[in-house]
């Protein structure tokens, strides 16, 4: 396989500079680390209801798994295998829950990637905005898991999720120029943001995420603020057809190279 190595670190899921003593006692099974995450993230949702600091609720704007752990570390200084109480967890939405996963699954020398979509099984008949986590070990096939969900009461078997519990954005996006999906019942839980723009976004954050640069859940680049505000038109239409059928193909080196194409790569300011 040539093109890109999911088992290597990219910008944001670095961990070179966190200290070996952080990440001693960290299991080699992969499963078991995606199930570490629950006890080293909450959500903000959930925070609020201890006795936090306002600043604390800020941790959701960390893009690197290193900031994460520095900031885990900052709170309670065991390593990460010991997981941590609910008030010293960092304060992190799904895609912190997926991004620091993956950052440990690729210290393990497992592939991984971080995946943006939407999971079907919160709330039923819509598809909420989400990120999971993909492995696989040697060539077999990729397993999808939700580390998040293995905290929850949501799923039968959050390690290894079925075929339709989750879909990319690109997924979402084939589905829905087919006709087989209702673009006005995705989007993002707890606000107005349905419809076709948020599953055009997730798919450019996927296809990011799939070229290891793993991008906050709101962060905009390219025509993305254009196509949230309905100014664009067919063209960009196709270029998101592009993008479902090339993170479908799964090919790492046509990755690579539609992803350095224009709009879509992501800016160096988002990538710290």
């Not at 519990?165 to 084939?174: D, H, I, N, P």
């Not at 996927?206 to 991008?215: G, I, K, P």
């Amino acid at each position: 396989m040539t093109g890109i190595d999911y088992a290597a670190a990219g910008p944001l899921t670095d961990l070179s500079t966190v200290s070996r003593a952080a990440l001693d006692g960290l299991p080699d099974d992969p499963v078991a680390l995606c199930a570490l995450a629950p006890r080293l993230v909450i959500q903000p949702t959930d925070a609020g209801q201890l006795d936090l600091s306002p600043g604390r609720f800020s941790e959701n704007q960390l893009r690197p798994a290193a900031s994460l752990i520095r900031a885990l570390l900052t709170l309670d200084p065991a390593p990460l295998a010991a997981g941590r109480a609910p008030d010293q967890r960092v304060v992190g939405t799904c895609r912190h829950f997926a991004v620091l996963t993956c950052a440990l699954l690729r210290r393990r020398g497992i592939a991984a990637r971080a995946r943006c979509g939407f999971a079907t099984y919160f709330q039923p008949g819509f598809g909420l905005d989400h990120w999971v986590v993909e492995f696989r070990q040697s060539a077999g096939p990729w397993t999808r898991a939700d580390p998040e969900a293995m905290g929850l009461p949501v799923l039968a078997a959050p390690e290894a999720l079925a075929p339709g519990q989750f879909l990319t954005g690109g997924e979402a996006w084939s589905q829905f120029r087919a006709g087989r999906l209702d673009a006005s019942r995705f989007g993002v839980h707890g606000t107005e943001n349905f419809g076709p723009a948020e599953i055009r976004g997730n798919a450019i954050r996927d296809l990011a995420a799939l070229n290891r640069v793993e991008t906050l859940p709101w962060d905009e680049w390219g025509r993305m603020d254009a196509s949230y505000q309905g100014r664009t038109g067919a063209d960009y239409d196709h270029l998101i057809d592009t993008i479902a059928d090339t993170c479908a193909a799964d090919d790492p080196a046509s990755l690579a190279a539609l992803y350095k194409s224009e709009d879509l790569e992501v800016p160096s300011a988002l990538t710290t």
